[in-house]
């Protein structure tokens, strides 16, 4: 690259930031009511003055100004951000490659999720391209990275917690089907040794050997 060609982008540089400085100072101004300085029931708000006497409208001297071109951001910066790089709206890897680091910054879309955000941004770190809407790229990334092992953590105690409840129920019904076995074995036993069924039969035994045969 020749001397005059980085002459040119020193120039420019410098034009885009005395630009900045002035859309800021310009941002300040403020543009109200004139009636809302002197009473308090009128919002601070800018309305047009309408009024066939108004010395605003008429733009009088000693009354507040209204808004104008004058008062405009200067062409070179005009939508650009305050770090003077045009704004670039991106949702995957493809749109951030395609921005180009030294005059555009790339904002990441809101719909974005913490997963493609994350990649998006160590994509960023590794090709130098500014994320106007992050104020610490790196932070910002070992944040998500953080939350993504306490997600982890929190579902492994979770399915811990449910494997215990399903043993712990395995076993109740376990136990229970071995009641209920055991009851029925129970009643079964009962039934077949029942002490006034055998009375009986013995007293009809007894009944059948004393009967005095016919001769």
Known sequence: MDVISLIKQEVHKMTIENSLKLRKEHKRREFVVKESNFSARIKTRWR??????????????????????????????????????????????????????????????????????????????????????????????????????????????????VSKKEEEKRKKAEEKAKKEAAKEKGHKHDHDHDPVKEQEEEQKEMAEKTIIKPQ
């Open 48 to 161: 047009y003055p309408y009024g066939r006497h108004s010395k605003v409208r008429q733009m009088h001297c000693g009354r507040p100004a209204m808004p104008n071109p004058g008062y405009g951001a200067p062409t070179e910066v005009r939508g650009l951000h305050p770090a003077g790089l045009a704004m670039i709206v991106v949702h995957n890897q493809e749109e951030l490659l395609a921005v180009n680091p030294k005059v555009e910054g790339a904002i990441i879309g809101s719909g974005v999720g913490k997963k493609k955000k994350l990649s998006l941004l160590e994509l960023a770190q590794q090709k130098s391209i500014t994320i106007l809407n992050v104020k610490d790229v790196a932070a910002s990334a070992k944040t998500i990275k953080a939350d993504f092992e306490k997600r982890k953590e929190l579902r492994k105690k979770k399915l811990v917690e």
